[in-house]
């Protein structure tokens, strides 16, 4: 490769293989070629989930859902680099973290409003699914200097997920400033999609990158064209590898993904109101299945019968999830089984109230005819 990965200016975004699928800069993969077509074939799940959890939700099978759709490059290459001791933390945006840890088929349950499609991840050194923004930052340092403390920072890393609107957010900042002050085996991965909803990227910082942010707690920050797996992938194994190296003092790495959204910010939100079709095509020319797919072909690695074969065992999976999904019958009562450890007096009162109602009227008590 001609240039480091980590240590360059924080606006000189690495990357590694161009929109056409060709390698750059004299770089040559170190993931195998079966590990590539793994990587490829999680991409393309991630796109598929994403359009059969969409028609779910139209359907009224499921609960408002994120769509990650665009950002397969950025959220698949990063959890490729990890091992399964480390550990991560995402927003609800990043389901390349399930997916990519064996897809438990509950996690499903979570968008239909089941807590356990949540819990379950726990198995998977996944934390529970973030939806208050930048929460969970400071969680990552958190946890990343209790393992520093007990010595077991060789061993695990704790890479933590959220978007740029995050950024804004004074967790964000407790959380890196910490990271930076303790040495913590934390990396943490902003995806810059461009916009927080509505707010386009340029109206939440004067700052030129985020990737530089980081110069203000001591580490380094860098930036990424996360439309290129490989550069992902490359650049958070170089910041892992920082953080967890045997012998060594820790050290922090933020990593600025340049991405985008192609879908709605949730299945509740109309972009059309505030971005135009010509953005969004503009970056589908840089769509990161297409320029992995168009490399493994080149390479030979990849032909229509692979293709095929990853495309039924991708239904299968699918189909296995929507199963498990469909097998639960919603009890209305499991509403207030997981706010609070003791539930408040309003709480209880509230849980009494619809006991009452459902035993009087039953279930339909609770369908409101509009
Ligand atoms: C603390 C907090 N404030 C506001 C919100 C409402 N909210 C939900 S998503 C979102 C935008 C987040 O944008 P970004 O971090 O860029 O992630 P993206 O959705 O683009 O992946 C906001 C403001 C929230 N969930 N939590
Ligand atoms: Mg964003």
Redesign the pocket.
């Known amino acids: 490769m001609d240039r480091p990965l980590l240590d360059r200016p924080p606006d000189d975004p690495v990357r590694l293989l161009d929109s056409d699928g060709a390698l750059l800069g004299g770089y040559e993969p170190t993931l195998s070629e079966t590990d590539l077509l793994s990587l490829y074939g999680d991409m393309r799940l991630g796109r598929r989930f994403d359009e059969r959890m969409i028609s779910l939700q139209r359907q009224g099978r499921l609960g408002t859902y ?1 769509p990650l759709a665009g950002q397969e490059g950025s959220q698949f290459g990063s959890m490729y680099a990890l091992s399964e001791d480390d550990w991560v933390f995402y ?1 609800y ?1 990043e389901h390349a973290a399930p997916l990519s840890r064996g897809f438990p088929p509950e996690y499903l349950r979570y968008w239909a409003g089941y807590e356990e499609g949540n819990a379950v991840l726990a198995d998977h050194r996944i934390f529970p699914l973030n ?5 969970h930052v400071p969680h990552a340092t958190g946890m990343a200097w209790a393992s520093k403390l007990q010595d077991n920072d060789d061993e695990e890393a704790f890479v933590c997920h ?5 950024t804004s ?1 004074g967790d964000f900042h407790e959380g890196l400033n910490f990271a930076g002050v303790f040495d913590t085996p934390t990396v943490f991965m902003c ?1 810059n ?1 461009g ?3 509505s707010v386009p990227r340029e109206e939440q910082t004067r700052s030129a990158t985020l990737a530089e942010k980081a110069d203000a707690y001591g580490f380094e920050g860098v930036q990424v064209d996360g439309m290129d797996p490989l550069a992902v992938y490359e650049v958070t194994r170089a910041a892992v590898e920082k953080a967890k190296t045997p012998g060594d003092t820790p050290r922090p790495t933020l990593v600025e993904t340049l991405e985008y ?1 192609y879908g709605a ?1 949730t299945t509740a939100d109309d972009p059309g109101a505030y971005r135009g079709d010509e953005e969004v095509d503009a970056w589908r020319e840089k769509d990161p299945i297409d320029r992995l797919e168009a490399y493994l072909r080149d390479e030979g690695v990849l032909d229509d019968a692979t293709d095929e074969r990853i495309d039924g065992a991708i239904e299968d999976a699918l189909a296995d999830a929507v199963e498990t999904l469909e097998s639960v019958e919603p009890d209305p009562d499991d509403m207030f089984a997981d706010a609070f450890a003791e539930p408040t007096p309003r709480m209880e009162a509230q849980r009494e109230y619809l006991r009452a109602l459902r035993e009087r009227h039953g279930d339909d008590a609770l369908v409101r005819d509009e």
């Not at 939806?131 to 929460?135: A, P, R, V, Y």
């Not at 959220?162 to 995050?166: L, N, Q, T």
């Open positions: 994120a927003q945006r939806i208050c923004i930048g929460d959220f978007g740029d609107g995050a957010e995806h999609n916009w927080a909803i959204r910010h």
